[in-house]
């Protein structure tokens, strides 16, 4: 009977991908807490915040209003700072609380007090353990098929994205000329130290968000399929 390739390759391909998926998802190893939902209402008041700040000072108001909005956006931007703080470690916790006890339990090792992707690390060692375990129970041993599964997910990862980036780069294209005009409008006038530094804070926050809103809405398949081509190339050094 002829062997049919294709078929089989796209099956064990499929059957990995749904392994990590019931199995190796974030959501299955570290479930979301009630706070890490607050972590977006954080991100969004430190953009209200740095935003309000960053008019008033554009504006140069002297009023008793804009003094007291000032005020209330730099309570609301320390609020928010402390409250991602606190995010983050009760973060840390939760991974402790779910990888403390049983094999999971070796994997803290891999903690570091000063590194913050303490929980990336934690669960891409142990994704690369379970993947490892399941190539085997598959019976895929030869480093021509891991190579080849590592390959075609990292092709189609990035051309899915260079697809869903298109739209994304065609409209940033018309926003170069309205920053230009901002530029050029409000701040080839401009000595304030502090303006800077509040544009650059707010800006660099709305972008970080933005990033994770595109990962999350746009191509969170593709970052699966990135890490368990990673996972692959690292297995591959293992049986070489």
Do not use: C
Not at 5 to 24: A, H, M, P, T, W
Not at 94 to 107: A, I, S, W
Not at 146 to 155: G, V
Not at 181 to 186: A, I, M
Request: glycine fraction near 6%.
């Amino acid at each position: 009977m002829e062997e049919k390739v294709g078929l089989n390759f796209y099956s064990n391909l499929k059957e990995i991908l749904d392994f990590y998926d019931e199995e190796l998802s974030s959501k299955k190893l570290i479930p979301t807490t009630k706070l890490d939902a607050l972590y977006v209402w954080t991100a969004l008041a430190l953009i209200v915040s740095g935003t309000t700040l960053l008019f008033i000072s554009l504006g140069n108001f002297k009023s008793l209003l804009s003094v007291l909005l000032s005020t209330l956006a730099i309570v609301l931007l320390l609020s928010a700072l402390g409250l991602m703080q606190l995010i983050v470690n009760s973060r840390g916790k939760t991974v402790k609380l779910y990888f403390g006890d049983g094999e999971k339990q070796q994997y803290l090792t891999l903690e570091n007090k000063r590194s913050s992707k303490n929980e990336n690390n934690i669960l891409f060692a142990y994704r690369t353990d379970r993947i490892a375990s399941k190539l085997n129970e598959m019976g895929i041993y030869k480093v021509e098929h891991i190579t080849a599964i590592a390959e075609h997910l990292e092709s189609h990862s990035q051309n899915t994205k260079s697809i869903k980036w298109l739209p994304i780069g065609i409209f940033g294209l018309f926003l170069i000329p309205l920053w230009t005009e901002f530029v050029g409008k409000y701040l080839s006038g401009t000595s304030s130290v502090i303006f800077l530094i509040l544009l650059g804070s707010v800006l660099a926050t709305v972008v970080y968000l933005l990033n994770i809103a595109f990962r999350i809405i746009l191509w969170p398949e593709t970052d699966k399929q990135i890490e368990i081509a990673t996972i692959m190339k690292i297995l591959l050094t293992s049986r070489v």
